[in-house]
């Protein structure tokens, strides 16, 4: 399993304030780019997986609307999370 009970905590105290603040936006924003890297690296090697190709898709954009309300809610919330993140060039 890719994503231990551990490991999503670790991911949500460092990005969401603490391990139990699994509803903060960069929380969120920061498991989903763990997801997307996950599952890039999967389709670089499966490349007819249609399936997980599709899930990819949905996720990028529940990423996107994500950061999207961070942006038009707190300007300086998001550009930390972009760059902590290396989401943007």
């Given amino acids: 399993m890719y994503l231990s009970k551990e490991k999503k ?14 509803g903060s936006a960069e929380g ?15 389709l670089k090697k499966n490349r007819k997986d249609y399936n997980t190709e599709r899930s990819l898709v949905l996720l990028v954009g529940k990423r996107r609307r994500l950061l999207d309300y961070l942006k038009n809610t707190e300007i300086n919330r998001y550009r930390e999370i972009i760059k902590v993140l290396g989401i943007r060039k």
Avoid: K, M, V, W
């Avoid at 905590?9 to 699994?22: K, P």
């Fill in 28 to 42: 969120q924003i920061a498991l989903f780019t763990y997801r997307i890297t996950h599952l890039t690296e999967h």
């Fill in 9 to 22: 905590a670790e991911i949500f105290a460092q990005h969401g304030g603490a391990a139990a603040n699994t």
